[in-house]
């Protein structure tokens, strides 16, 4: 099956889709061989589904750090299979949940903590940027499980 462009809305302006996995370039970096491929796609397809019930566990009991591993662990697959919007949205979460970990943490100097110098936030404030943020991260597994049923049924 070959890949359609990754443009278009009703409107005629180009817009980039979401869950649009790179076909030709996942199958020569599978070196063609399809079998396998059918396979990786079929097990990260459960993975998507671990580590999304495992960031909503994380988020109903406000644990960053778990909310940080399971996004590094979604963004590092979603990474090496080329779902670049995926790797962007993760990478977005996984650094809302670190920033959230520094959360009472002081400096040698008795300073609280910042992430990236950003100006320090309470938890709450983190907990709905990352409640967003896992909004969209949730459309888009949704775009790349249908994308996978459609190149993979």
Known sequence: MSAKPDTATSS???AKKCGVINW?????????????????????????????????????????NRIMKASHQLWGSAKYLLIEDLVSATYALQNLASEGTLIGEKEANGERKKWRDAEVRT??????????????????IEMVKENIAKEHP
């Not at 491929?37 to 671990?50: G, T």
């Not at 938890?123 to 888009?140: P, S």
């Open 12 to 14: 005629g302006n180009s």
């Open 123 to 140: 938890a709450d404030i983190i907990l709905h940027d990352i409640r967003v943020k896992y909004k969209k991260v949730v459309q888009i």
């Open 24 to 64: 030709p370039a996942l199958k020569e970096q599978a070196q063609g061989d399809e079998p396998f491929l059918a396979d990786l796609m079929q097990k990260f397809s459960v993975e998507m589904m671990d580590c999304s019930e495992r960031i909503i566990l994380a988020i109903e009991v406000e644990n960053f």
